[in-house]
């Protein structure tokens, strides 16, 4: 037990060591990384892609990050878990602001405190280990004429050997005490590197691990995500239920009343009749209204895919609209609940507030996981998403999902509106 302890212990000094030296290269690299992509980063700032630019370089950063903490996996087995990240949203502007969230931050900041760190541990390995090495084997090198120091004392002879502060190691008795401090230096040497390696672990896991509060926002992520899809089916069941209840009760109830109106005796008092009429027509009237209120909580068509979805909205679009749809990947409920109503309502408010003669309205999926939504109208422009405004509700409600709503529209028009949406709330 007691060789297999010892054993561990001078593999794990040897992997500890290597780690310092391994590091250190890396540790240069990212530190030319940071300051000429910092640099470009300040350039570029003033300038319209400034964001991007920086989202560029704090995403190269947090690669760095993980090559860091996979070298401390790979060689000391330290699993260091990667930060927390807020769930991946859709859009260039979504992964620009994600970019700038404080994991980007912390990555950078150690790329340019990890090479200080580099030079401490390598100079804490060459003064124990190599050093310690080369002091220690003193007694041998000295005869051999071996790394030897040529010298001249204060009496003009000329000396052979190691000299300090004015004393000279250059008889064999006088190299045993180099060969002492060497036996020193390699007996603390374990300690030594591992202090060093401690610290870049604890700076490791301060900048590149995760934070406290990181679970709680996942969870939360979570329970937002399961709320909406919750609330989706929730909505899909109480139309289902209005659709197969009380709607088909009411079709039921009107052709009766139209039975009983057709079957009336011909003696039958005005009053009576007028009476079964306007119980039909009243019957008719809530079945109009129940199916346009089960549209508004979850269109049926909804079943049928979203594309059939847009292709009914379309129909109906006060504006004659052309559709265009390319969606081999089919969204979750909610994501198409959300990409349909906000359709219609685009489609309507060409129609009421931008005079618009046509509309056009694209629902593609570019391949980066997202579901984009385009309608462009040639009404009069000047379209602006403004608090308590329609544009707002709906920026609200993309939001929910992490998606994102941009209005282009100069005066005179025309009026393009895109919604970005995650193809999952998950």
């Not at 979504?94 to 912390?106: C, E, K, N, P, Q």
């Amino acid at each position: 037990m007691t060789k297999v302890l010892r054993a561990t212990a001078v593999r794990r000094a040897w992997t500890e060591a290597l780690y310092l030296l391994a590091g250190t290269p890396v540790a240069l690299v990212g530190l030319y990384y940071a300051v000429f992509s910092g640099a470009f980063g300040v350039v570029m700032s003033v300038t319209r892609l400034g964001s991007a630019a920086t989202a560029a370089v704090l995403r190269g950063a947090c690669r760095f990050g993980e090559l860091h903490r996979r070298l401390a996996a790979v060689l000391l087995d330290e699993r260091v878990p990667a930060p927390g990240r807020p769930q991946s949203r859709a859009g260039l502007r979504a992964w620009v602001r994600d970019a700038h969230g404080a994991a980007g931050y912390r990555a950078f900041l150690h790329l340019l405190v990890r090479f200080p760190l580099a030079v401490l541990g390598v100079a804490v390995v060459l003064v124990t280990w190599v050093y310690g090495f080369l002091l220690l084997t003193y007694p041998i090198q000295l005869p051999l004429h071996l790394n030897e120091i040529t010298s001249r004392d204060p009496e003009g002879r000329v000396r052979h050997g190691l000299v300090v502060g004015g004393f000279y190691f250059d008889t064999w008795q006088r190299s045993l005490l180099v060969a002492l401090a060497g036996a020193v230096l390699l007996a603390v040497a374990p300690r030594a590197v591992r202090l060093a390696v401690r610290l870049d672990l604890a700076v490791l896991r301060s900048l590149l691990g995760p934070r406290p509060d990181d679970a709680r926002i996942r969870d939360l992520e979570r329970s937002r995500s399961y709320a909406v899809e919750n609330a989706a089916a929730t909505l899909r069941r109480i139309e289902r239920n209005l659709h197969d209840g009380a709607q088909v009760r009411l079709v039921s109830l009107t052709m009766t009343l139209a039975a009983l109106q057709e079957t009336l005796p011909d003696g039958t008092p005005e009053p009576t009749r007028e009476l079964v009429a306007a119980a039909r027509t009243g019957a008719r009237e809530a079945i109009a209204e129940l199916r346009e209120l089960v549209r508004g909580i979850h269109p049926p068509v909804l079943d049928q895919g979203l594309d059939a979805a847009l292709a009914s909205v379309a129909a109906r679009s006060p504006v004659p609209a052309e559709l265009e749809t390319d969606l081999p990947v089919r969204p979750s409920a909610a994501i198409e609940s959300i990409a349909y109503f906000c359709t219609a309502e685009l489609l309507a408010n060409a129609g009421r507030h931008a005079a618009a003669r046509r509309v056009t309205v694209s629902a593609v999926q570019p391949g980066d996981g997202t579901l984009r939504l385009t309608v462009t109208d040639d009404g009069r422009g000047g379209a602006r998403t403004r608090p308590g405004g329609g544009l707002a509700g709906l920026a609200e409600r993309v939001r929910t999902v992490d998606g994102e709503l941009s209005v282009l529209s100069p005066p005179g028009g025309p009026t393009t509106v895109t919604v970005t949406l995650p193809l999952t709330t998950s």
